[in-house]
Each structure stands twice: as structure tokens, then as C-alpha cells.
């Protein structure tokens, strides 16, 4: 009775140690995305480089806590800022879409604009960098011109 006894209180104990365990490990991965995350949250400068058009130019991307974004690039006559959301993919990526309008003289929608991409966090550097995809659509939803790059945040 007394070695049935003891038995069970190692197997209460191994079983309570392992799953203390399993939550501190679970709770500092959490931390450590939350960490990657919290760097993430902000204003960046970023260096856009598109392969098709064969550009660098600089931009100006927000990401606000809960997904959203807000982008900028250099001015240009009648585009506002992108508008768009992010998420996170994995422990060290996120993934973002963002469109802007293009407008004309007239003051009638001339183009929209639209990115998706992903960015990939290098805890060396402590940046975040990855490839998009740039499509202009007209306003009948037709791609005008389609293009790929990379941003670099900073």
C-alpha cells in the first residue's frame, strides 16, 4: 500500500513539474512574440527597391497595435497615404496589405493602388525586411501595371 502510495505521488509530481514547465516555456515564446511584435508597433522609414521599374525610393510605413497601417512615399499630385492591416504569420514574420487612391486633376479616380507582401524579423539587426507586390488597377479593376520589390524597415 505504502509503495502504491509513494508511486502516485511521483507520478502527481513528474506530472505537475511538466506542465509548470510547458506553461513557463509557453509563457516566454508568447513573450518573445509579443517582444517581436511591440518592435514591429511604430513608425519606420523603409527603403522600397521594385524590380521592374528598377527604383529605390524612400516610405514611410506606420503599423498601429490591433493591425492596422498607414504608409506614405514620396508626395506625388493626387495619391493619398496607403491605408491597409497586418498580421502576424509565424513567430518572426508578419504579413500586410495597404491600398492608396490616385486621383487626377479632375478629381475623379484616375487608379488605386495596391501592396501586399510580408516582412521577416532578423533579431541580429533588429529590422524587419521582405518582398511585395504592387499592382495599379484602374477604376474598372483592371491591372494597369503590376511590380515586385522589397522594403527595408530602419
Do not use: C
Not at 40 to 53: D, R
Not at 140 to 152: K, Q, V
Amino acid at each position: 500500500m505504502h509503495s502504491k502510495r509513494t508511486f502516485v505521488m511521483v507520478v502527481l509530481g513528474a506530472v505537475t513539474t511538466l506542465m509548470l514547465a510547458t506553461f513557463a516555456i509557453a509563457q516566454i515564446t508568447l513573450a518573445g512574440d509579443d517582444h517581436r511584435e511591440q518592435k514591429l508597433v511604430g513608425a519606420w522609414n523603409a527603403e522600397a527597391t521594385t524590380v521592374g521599374q528598377g527604383t529605390t525610393f524612400p516610405a514611410l510605413l506606420t503599423f498601429i497595435p490591433g493591425g492596422g497601417m498607414i504608409t506614405d512615399e514620396p508626395p506625388s499630385p493626387f495619391e493619398t497615404s496607403g491605408h491597409g492591416n497586418w498580421v502576424k504569420r509565424g513567430s518572426r514574420e508578419v504579413a500586410y496589405t495597404f491600398e492608396a487612391l490616385i486621383g487626377s486633376a479632375e478629381g475623379s479616380l484616375s487608379a488605386r493602388l495596391k501592396v501586399v507582401g510580408t516582412l521577416e524579423f532578423d533579431g541580429r539587426t533588429d529590422r524587419w525586411a521582405g518582398p511585395f507586390k504592387i499592382d495599379i488597377i484602374d477604376p474598372e479593376g483592371n491591372i494597369i501595371l503590376s511590380d515586385r520589390g522589397t522594403f527595408r524597415l530602419t
